[in-house]
């Protein structure tokens, strides 16, 4: 039977000053994340691991907008879902 392990891709912009990128992978052990802080520019991130996810053999296979906020602060995000047959 075939096993899949999978991949989140998350892109959140809070406000025109802010946006963060942040990646979680599933595996059997336990989730690895990643983020983008202050330092590393959100775009370059996101940028870089969809071109990274690509290489690595993950297939993109669902995307989620998501949109909210309290008051006047909104946010509005992007999930992306990946997956890929695992190795071994």
Request: with cysteine; charged share 25%.
């Given at each position: ?8 891709l998350?892109?959140?912009w809070?406000?025109v000053?802010?946006?963060?990128c942040?990646?979680?992978l599933?595996l059997?052990d ?5 983020s983008s ?19 690595e053999g993950?297939e ?5 907008p ?5 008051g006047?602060?909104?946010?509005s995000s992007?999930?992306l879902?990946f997956?890929?047959?695992t190795?071994?």
């Amino acid at each position: 039977m075939q096993t899949w392990e999978y991949a989140r891709l998350v892109i959140n912009w809070v406000d025109v000053n802010y946006t963060i990128c942040k990646f979680a992978l599933f595996l059997p052990d336990g989730r690895r994340e990643e983020s983008s802080d202050m330092k590393v520019d959100a775009w370059k991130f996101f940028d870089k691991k969809v071109a990274d996810l690509g290489k690595e053999g993950w297939e993109l296979v669902s995307v989620a907008p998501f949109a909210g906020g309290l008051g006047s602060a909104t946010t509005s995000s992007w999930h992306l879902w990946f997956k890929r047959p695992t190795q071994g």
